[in-house]
C-alpha cells in the first residue's frame, strides 16, 4: 500500500488545508504555548443549558411503536416560533410567514456554505468586506466564484459614511455580481456600520439586483454604545438580504451546531431543498434547547443580564490588552467595537506570516496570520481577547509586547 497516494485534491481546498501547517503539530500539546487565534469565550455553558439539554433529552419517547407518534416525539416544535420572536423583539425583523421564511442550518457556518450553494456558479463574482472572516474568501472559490474585494480601512476606523459608499461599491459591481458577503459586527476588525451606511449600500445593491448576506454572529458582543443593524430589518431590503446565524458566539454552545437562515419564502424553499440534497436538519434535541434559552432570554431584557456581565469582562480585558499593545513601537490599532478580537497592523516588522512565525517559535503565542482575512489583511495579525481566561490573556499579550519589542529595538523601529 503507498504511504503517499495522488489524491487529485480541489485545489482551493489543498491551499487552505496547508495554511494550518503554520501551526506545527510540536506547538499543539505543548502546555507553555498560548494559543490567541480563536473565535470563542472563556466563560463556561452556562447551567440551565445543561439542565434544559438533560430535561429534553428525557422527554424524548424512546419506547413509542408507531412510528409517527415517535416522531412527533422528536420535533423541535417551538424552535422557529421562538427564533422568529427573538428576530422581532432583539432585530426588528418582522416575518409574515416564520415557518417558510427561517431556515435551518448547522450553525452559521453551514448556513455559509448552503447559500454560497443555492446561488453561486462558475464565472459568478461576489464583493466581500475586506478585510473579512476567511469563509468569504474560500467557500465561494469552492463554487467556482470570483471574490472582489470591497476595502475598509485602518484609518478609516475599518467603517464607511454613507457618503463613501457610492464611489466605493458601485464600481466593483458587474452582469457578473451575484452577492455582497459581510460578517457584522466585524471579524475580524470590530466593524459596525451605521443603519444609514447600511441603506446606503441597500439602495445600491437593490438597483443591481444583487443580494446582501450577513453572518451576524457577533451581535451581541458591542461596547461604548454602539447598536447592532441588521440589513434584513430595512423593509426595502428584505428580499435582498440573507441572514444568518448561529449560537456558538451567543451561548458557547459550538458543539451544538445549530443555525438557521432568515430570507424570503422562495429563498427559504431552496434552503430546504438544498440540505435534503445534501445534508440533514440540525439535531431536534439542541434545537428544543436552544428554543428554551430564547424564550429564557425574551422573558427579560435583551440582550439578557447575564450576557451584559460576559460583555462587560470583556470590555475589561479588551481595554488591557489594547493599552498595552498600543505602546510596541511600529505597531498601530484602533479600538474595536464589536467582536472579541484586536486586528493590529504589523507591517513595520514583515509580513504578517512572518510576525506569526516569529511569535509562535520565539515566543509560544499563536495569533492569526491577517492575509487569511483577505489582501486587506495583510501586514496584520488577530488576537482573540476572550479565547482564555484573562490572566492567561494578559500573559499572552505581555509576551507579544516583550517580542515586538525586542524586533522593533533589532529593526530600528520608532
Not at 11 to 39: H, N, T
Not at 234 to 239: A, I, K, Q, S, V
Amino acid at each position: 500500500m503507498s504511504k503517499n497516494p495522488k489524491y487529485r485534491y480541489n485545489r482551493i481546498i489543498k491551499a487552505r488545508y496547508e495554511e494550518f501547517e503554520l501551526l506545527p503539530e510540536k506547538y499543539r500539546g505543548d502546555p507553555e504555548v498560548i494559543g490567541m487565534w480563536g473565535d470563542h469565550y472563556w466563560q463556561p455553558i452556562r447551567k440551565e443549558i445543561i439542565n434544559d439539554l438533560v430535561d429534553v433529552a428525557r422527554s424524548y419517547k424512546y419506547d413509542e411503536k408507531d412510528v409517527a407518534d415517535a416522531g412527533a416525539g422528536w420535533r423541535a416544535a417551538d424552535f422557529i416560533p421562538a427564533v422568529a420572536e427573538k428576530l422581532e423583539l432583539e432585530n426588528n425583523i418582522y416575518l409574515d410567514n416564520p415557518e417558510k421564511q427561517i431556515g435551518l442550518c448547522h450553525g452559521a457556518a453551514d448556513g455559509f456554505q448552503t447559500v454560497m450553494g443555492i446561488f453561486l456558479q462558475e464565472g459568478d463574482e461576489v464583493v466581500v468586506l475586506d478585510p473579512q472572516f476567511t469563509f468569504a474568501w474560500g467557500i465561494p472559490d469552492l463554487f467556482g466564484a470570483k471574490t472582489v474585494s470591497f476595502p475598509i480601512t485602518e484609518e478609516d476606523d475599518w467603517t464607511l459614511t454613507p457618503k463613501e459608499v457610492p464611489d466605493l461599491l458601485e464600481p466593483l459591481i458587474t452582469k457578473k455580481t451575484k452577492m455582497m458577503i459581510t460578517c457584522l459586527p466585524g471579524n475580524p476588525t470590530g466593524t459596525i456600520f451605521s443603519k444609514e451606511t447600511l441603506k446606503a449600500i441597500g439602495d445600491i445593491l437593490r438597483d443591481h439586483q444583487v443580494l446582501f448576506f450577513e453572518d451576524n454572529v457577533y451581535e451581541r458582543r458591542l461596547y461604548d454604545g454602539y447598536k447592532y443593524v441588521s440589513m434584513a430589518s430595512l423593509p426595502e431590503m428584505f428580499d435582498w438580504t440573507i441572514h444568518a446565524m448561529g449560537f456558538s458566539k451567543i451561548y458557547n454552545v459550538g458543539t451544538f451546531r445549530v443555525g438557521y437562515i432568515v430570507a424570503n419564502e422562495d429563498i427559504i424553499d431552496k434552503v430546504w431543498r438544498w440540505h435534503m440534497l445534501g445534508g440533514v436538519a440540525p439535531s431536534s434535541v439542541y434545537m428544543e434547547v436552544l428554543a428554551r434559552a430564547f424564550r429564557r432570554d425574551m422573558a427579560g431584557s435583551l440582550p439578557p443580564a447575564w450576557h451584559e456581565a460576559y460583555r462587560k469582562e470583556w470590555d475589561k480585558v479588551r481595554h488591557q490588552t489594547y493599552e498595552m499593545l498600543k505602546e510596541i513601537p511600529g505597531v498601530s490599532l484602533r479600538l474595536p467595537r464589536g467582536g472579541t478580537f484586536h486586528f493590529f497592523n504589523i507591517s513595520k516588522f514583515g509580513t504578517s506570516d512572518e510576525v506569526h512565525a516569529y511569535l509562535r517559535d520565539k515566543y509560544k503565542v499563536l495569533l492569526t496570520p491577517g492575509r487569511w482575512y483577505g489582501p486587506g489583511g495583510e501586514g496584520y495579525v488577530r488576537l482573540c481577547y476572550a479565547s482564555n481566561v484573562p490572566e492567561k490573556t494578559i500573559e499572552g499579550t505581555t509576551r507579544i509586547v516583550e517580542g515586538l519589542t525586542k524586533l522593533a529595538k533589532q529593526k530600528g523601529i520608532k
